[in-house]
């Protein structure tokens, strides 16, 4: 594999039951083009969690994933509200979600950290009232 | 433990999968917090949840575990059940409530793991 793979996906804010679609299209994907599995899981799992964040915070966005050798990075892009305090954000337990999101299995403050959990590197550029871009790296 | 011995414990309908209940899962785990499921399962092969939506079958799907057990009689719905058969899921539905489901696989030997925190 030289030259990197690259998928790219419009992640729908309207509708949070079809939050994910694009994660599990990834994880098939990489599945096919043999990335080891706890590599496809910690991608999957990273992507599906900010995938989830857009759709509940950002009303959708920008999803990219570019495979390199020995490095996936994933990129989530929105145009949301943006966050105020990323380090607040990154607080375990700390959420801005409503509360019906709670009753639908998230929301719950774990999002964010979930995602720096599964990755080697995650960078969060944010403006308030512009917008968020999650940058997130996996190493194998 | 094999699915079946799970569909038998539990007294589960199974609503796909029926071609996976010979498969032997090992380890099990029940939330209905999908977060929490992401964030610190680690190998488990079961889910049980009172949650009853797609991203049910879409977290267990991410965390490659085998078979979902609906409890407290909850019903998923056709498009529920059509994401389970696509994504290789077996799906298992009881009446029992979520306490009594875990209690009786665990101590007929499906057990958790450590939990990765």
């Given amino acids: 594999m030289s030259e990197p793979i690259k998928f790219h996906f419009d992640v729908d804010g309207d509708n949070f039951s079809s939050a994910g679609e694009a994660s599990v299209q990834v994880k098939r994907m990489l599945r096919q083009i043999g990335i080891p599995a706890d590599v496809i ?17 950002a009303d959708g966005g920008n999803a990219d994933v570019v495979v390199e050798p020995g490095k996936i990075v994933i990129i ?11 380090e607040l954000a990154m607080t375990e337990g700390y959420s801005t979600a409503p509360e ?12 964010l950290p979930n995602m720096k959990r599964y990755t080697d590197d995650m960078k969060i550029e944010s403006v308030v009232g512009q917008g968020t871009t999650v940058t997130m790296t996996v190493l194998f | 433990m094999k699915i079946s011995k799970i569909k038998e414990l539990l007294e589960a309908e199974v609503l796909c ?46 965390m490659d575990m085998r078979c979902v057990v609906f409890v407290r009689a909850k019903k998923p719905t056709d498009d529920i059940i059509e994401l389970a058969k696509d994504s290789g899921i077996a799906v298992l539905a009881t009446d029992k ?16 793991e450590a939990v990765n925190a």
């Fill in chain 1, 76 to 86: 989530l892009a929105d145009r949301g509200p943006g966050i105020a305090d990323i």
């Fill in chain 1, 41 to 57: 899981r910690r991608v999957s799992v990273a992507m599906y969690e900010g995938e989830i964040n857009m759709v509940i915070h």
């Fill in chain 1, 100 to 111: 019906n999101v709670r009753s639908l299995g998230f929301g719950a403050g774990m999002g």
């Fill in chain 2, 17 to 62: 999968g029926e071609d996976m209940l010979e498969e032997d899962v090992h380890s099990a785990c029940g939330s209905d917090m999908m977060s929490d499921v992401l964030a610190f399962v680690k190998d488990q092969a079961v889910l049980l949840t009172g949650l009853c939506n797609l991203q049910v079958v879409r977290t267990a799907n991410m």
């Fill in chain 2, 97 to 112: 409530p979520m306490y009594a489901s875990c209690g009786i696989l665990f101590t007929n030997g499906l057990r958790s």
